[in-house]
């Protein structure tokens, strides 16, 4: 499967090159509290940095991968927050 070329947003130019991935700020704190298998979740998120070698604009794309992982990742961390926040309420309001 042949994915389809990165289009520069500025110039249309597809003469574009891959400066590698993106990391953010590293999630210490899910890391700490949920592994190592949700920060490599993070890191597959991450979008993967271009440069158009035709105007120099900086962009960013995500991977299918990457994309499949985000929409895995969101109702994770809702979840996670969720039963974070009813763990605490139940803490608080314990008789
Ligand atoms: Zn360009």
Redesign the pocket.
Known sequence: MKSPPIE??????TD?HACGKRYGLYPAGPLAIFGVAFAMLHQTSRPFDYR??????EFARRTPIARVVRWLFIPLVWFFVIAFGLGILSLLFRR
């Open positions: 520069c947003p500025a110039c249309r130019s574009v158009c070698k035709t105007c120099g604009q």
